[in-house]
């Protein structure tokens, strides 16, 4: 959670790190990774630094969120009833917001992104700390079961972990096995 998060204003390239509050509630994830990657954003840097101590990741600018431009830092209700933003909410899958990106220029970057992740994959086990969007654009591409993004919920500081066969995650298949991963905030993750 940033402060961002706490306002609900459409926070995609906003440069926030965590809430202090965060520090205490993630530790450390006791599951063992070949390799950690992120987004370049303070929020997911943080978040890394925090669940993997004392381990090295990558960051990556294709992991970040989907830019909303000139409506960063902005809520629902303070654009509500500007007309280019109700455009765009009626039809986001073809607008872009003022100087943000459009959904099919997110997808394309989070897509080149991850498969420069799997570039390097050799069967390893790999975490990737990203944001909300990203993760539902992931899931929607690669759970067992196909679902729509917004049908996804992500919680702040949650995730999911899909396992795959490797030569079917070569093929870009979808995963065999999704499950959601044991929040590190209860000790379990």
């Known amino acids: 959670m940033t402060e961002d998060n706490c306002k609900k204003v459409y926070a995609g390239w906003r440069d926030q790190g965590l809430i202090p509050s965060e520090a205490s509630r993630l530790k450390r994830y006791n599951k063992e990774f070949d390799e950690i990657f992120s987004s370049d954003l ?20 294709e992991l970040r969120e989907i830019h909303f431009g000139e409506w960063e830092g902005f809520t629902y209700e303070e654009l509500k009833s500007n007309a280019s933003y109700q455009q765009w909410i009626s039809d986001f899958e073809n607008r872009k917001p003022p100087n943000g990106e459009s959904l099919a220029a997110f997808r394309f ?9 799997m570039s390097v994959n050799k069967g390893n086990r790999i975490a ?51 499950q959601e991963v044991p929040s590190p905030e209860n000790g379990d993750g």
């Open 42 to 61: 303070r929020r997911c840097v943080e978040t890394a630094k925090l669940l993997f101590p004392n381990r090295t990741h990558r960051e990556m600018r």
């Open 128 to 178: 990737i700390i990203t944001h909300s969007g990203v993760i539902r654009e992931f899931l929607t591409a690669y759970a067992p079961e196909i679902r729509n993004p917004w049908d996804w919920t992500v919680p702040h500081g949650g995730g999911f972990e899909l396992i795959f066969e490797v030569k079917e995650l070569r093929r870009g298949a979808r995963c065999t096995l999704l």
């Open 109 to 117: 970057r989070i897509f080149r992104g991850w498969n420069k992740v």
